[in-house]
């Protein structure tokens, strides 16, 4: 008969005894003892977790000693509350070393073990039917159909129903989730969606597969990014999986028309997005595709457009704008579809769209701008003898293809057309003033310096050359652009040329000292306020200043990598206008206190060098005449003024009658 526990306590004789005497005659081997004890223990007070430690113990032994099936049974039968991390091993042990399959279950890892994976799959699939809810036993089965998986991977042709087979039966098993089995079969049938030597048709329904697995299974790492390392040493960047999965599943649920398994997606995705460390851009490209497809335009349109003003040359994504508003503005996707035409002119990529143009001229009956670009298509089919459709041919049968005139091209059109698209992207953006600057070379690729109007100091950004689509371009050329900052960056949409009444027009000047000059690294640094400094290179200077020269500046300013705004210099030239820069550099008249080698001013924040002091021989209340310059004081984190030289000295002045000269 089974042991049973008793959830209450029951009246019995009283038990003068605890678990510690139970442990006690287990030490002495007395196990049967010890296990009647125990059971008195446990009926007695149910409650009391040591009680059940104490059972377990000796349920333990006494397996070891014969493995009788109530034993085993009276052992699961232990509560979860009352087992601590050593004990719950030595239960799972216990039961697996008494499991009567143990013989065919070493058979079956050996046959593992000799990669033999067939055979120890087909094992492990007749031992699970005798034992259908041995986790362990299913954990094994699933590794050997995981490797049976990556097997058929490596093969050409792969069998792909043998493979379709496995993941049928790997998802009717309970095993461990998430876990490193459980993601092992998520990166096969990733690679196994990827692979393009399989028709499509006959691959998996990966969507489908997504569901079964469960995108919840996917820990925080999978949205990072990871590093693959080759054989020769070099280190390579990896996309993060989570990434990987949601655009392959998301594709395929496109590609079956799956609208269920489609919306349950971006519902997911739209969640775990934040969570992704890497550029996600392609991802909300297909995102954009998939709410398109769901009936969403609207939300596929507030997708779309920060990706276009990102890549605003790319006539595909043009294409796809043209579609979203195909229905309810058809005027205005024409204009996208036109902007499309711009950016590619490669028949191969754009006869989808020259398709659409054209059937948009036939139904205002606009027959030579149809028979262009009809007749574009068929050109280019014909030269690379490829098929002409039968929608094609057939259009070309109609009596109106055969009376028009096809021109060379119908670019004028799209160029009137597409201003129209472009407005869609930069509507809501303000003209900003700019200059134009010089170019540069960075990664083998031309650069060219903007400098943008602020408030302040006109801001320096960077973007490729060939984003500026102007006939002159010419250094400190006034333009007018629309942009906006995105991930600290500016990215510029437009450019035009803006009237002004000369070059470099944003640009102040402004008065700068030559507070020092390092002669050995052949710079100078220039002091233009208490807020703003900056070297400049003496070789590239027009003219030598000297220091503590005044001179006149354009300046421009820039953030760093870490965030911080440095200041350059865009223009010099000599203070010949004699711009007012008492605020660098003053004359004084005034007595002064001299303490342990320095001077002081005796009514303002003047400072004399030991130097200073000792040159001209100043002692306290020397009335002093002079030029002092605006310095930065590192230990009294303050701005004061530096004695630079002496023009006038009375020694020991009684009077401020040097004042009254």
């Not at 490797?147 to 461990?176: A, G, V």
């Not at 490193?180 to 990827?194: G, P, Y």
């Not at 597969?209 to 390579?236: A, H, K, M, R, V």
């Given at each position: 008969m089974m042991f049973a526990f008793i959830e209450q306590p029951i009246e019995s004789k009283i038990i003068d005894f605890s678990s510690k005497e139970v442990f006690a005659e287990r030490k002495q081997g007395n196990i049967q003892k010890a296990y009647k004890m125990a059971q008195q223990l446990v009926q007695h007070n149910p409650k009391d977790s040591w009680n059940h430690k104490a059972l377990a113990w000796c349920l333990i032994d006494l397996i070891k000693q014969n493995p009788q099936e109530q034993y085993i049974e009276q052992l699961k039968q232990i509560p979860i509350s009352a087992r601590d991390d050593i004990l719950e091993k030595s239960i799972n042990f216990a039961i697996k070393k008494s499991n009567p399959l143990n013989a065919e279950i070493n058979y079956a890892k050996m046959l593992s073990k000799k990669k033999q994976h067939r055979e120890?799959?087909?094992?492990?699939?007749?031992?699970?039917?005798?034992?259908?809810?041995?986790?362990?036993?299913?954990?094994?089965?699933?590794?050997?159909?995981?490797?049976?998986?990556?097997?058929?991977?490596?093969?050409?042709?792969?069998?792909?129903?043998?493979?379709?087979?496995?993941?049928?039966?790997?998802?009717?098993?309970?095993?461990?989730?998430?876990?490193?089995?459980?993601?092992?079969?998520?990166?096969?049938?990733?690679?196994?969606?990827?692979?393009?030597?399989?028709?499509?048709?006959?691959?998996?329904?990966?969507?489908?597969?997504?569901?079964?697995?469960?995108?919840?299974?996917?820990?925080?790492?999978?949205?990072?990014?990871?590093?693959?390392?080759?054989?020769?040493?070099?280190?390579?960047?990896?996309?993060?999986?989570?990434?990987?999965?949601?655009?392959?599943a998301l594709k395929n649920a496109m590609e079956l028309n799956n609208l269920q398994a489609l919306a349950e997606l971006v519902a997911f995705i739209k969640t775990k997005i934040p969570f992704i460390k890497s550029d996600h851009i392609w991802l909300q490209w297909d995102l954009a595709k998939s709410y398109h497809l769901l009936g969403n335009n609207k939300v596929a349109l507030d997708i779309l457009l920060p990706i276009l003003k990102s890549k605003p040359n790319e006539y595909w994504l043009w294409d796809f704008l043209g579609d979203l508003y195909f229905h309810d503005d058809n005027e205005l996707a024409i204009s996208c579809y036109c902007k499309a035409l711009l950016h590619q002119k490669d028949i191969n990529f754009v006869a989808k769209i020259k398709m659409k143009l054209a059937y948009y001229f036939i139904h205002h009956e606009k027959f030579d701008r149809a028979k262009t670009e009809l007749q574009a298509i068929i050109d280019y089919k014909q030269k690379h003898s490829q098929k002409i459709s039968e929608e094609i041919q057939e259009l070309s049968r109609e009596i109106w293809f055969e009376k028009s005139i096809a021109a060379h091209n119908n670019v004028a059109f799209y160029s009137e057309k597409a201003p129209t698209a472009e407005s869609l992207l930069y509507q809501d953006l303000p003209w900003i003033a700019a200059v134009l600057g010089d170019t540069f070379e960075h990664n083998d690729k031309i650069s060219r310096k903007l400098f943008i109007k602020t408030e302040s100091i006109p801001l320096e950004i960077s973007v490729p050359d060939s984003r500026i689509n102007l006939k002159t371009k010419n250094a400190g050329l006034p333009i007018k652009i629309k942009g906006e900052w995105n991930n600290n960056k500016f990215q510029i949409y437009l450019v035009k040329i803006r009237q002004a009444p000369y070059t470099n027009d944003i640009f102040s000047l402004f008065p700068a000292v030559v507070d020092h000059i390092n002669t050995e690294k052949r710079c100078i640094h220039l002091l233009i306020n208490e807020q703003i400094d900056t070297t400049i290179d003496q070789t590239t200077l027009p003219f030598i200043p000297n220091l503590y020269d005044i001179v006149n500046v354009h300046i421009s300013q820039h953030t760093t990598k870490d965030g911080k705004f440095r200041y350059k210099v865009y223009h010099i030239e000599p203070n010949e206008d004699l711009i007012d820069a008492r605020h660098l550099i003053r004359s004084f008249k005034e007595k002064v206190r001299i303490s342990n080698g320095m001077g002081f001013g005796y009514e303002s924040d003047l400072f004399f060098t030991p130097e200073i002091v000792q040159n001209f021989k100043l002692t306290t209340n020397d009335l002093v005449c002079g030029r002092a310059l605006k310095s930065y004081n590192k230990k009294k984190n303050s701005w004061g003024w530096r004695v630079i030289d002496i023009s006038l000295i009375e020694k020991n002045a009684s009077s401020n009658s040097f004042y009254d000269e």
């Open positions: 120890a799959a087909n094992l492990y699939f007749k031992l699970l039917k005798n034992q259908p809810k041995n986790i362990e036993l299913q954990t094994s089965f699933a590794w050997e159909l995981y490797y049976l998986t990556s097997e058929n991977l490596k093969k050409k042709p792969i069998n792909i129903d043998n493979i379709k087979r496995y993941f049928l039966e790997y998802f009717k098993l309970q095993t461990e989730k998430p876990s490193l089995l459980h993601h092992c079969f998520l990166r096969a049938s990733l690679k196994l969606i990827s692979n393009e030597e399989i028709d499509k048709k006959h691959n998996i329904d990966f969507a489908k597969f997504c569901q079964q697995w469960n995108l919840e299974n996917l820990n925080q790492d999978d949205y990072d990014l990871s590093t693959y390392q080759t054989q020769s040493g070099e280190t390579y960047e990896l996309q993060p999986l989570a990434l990987s999965v949601f655009r392959a």
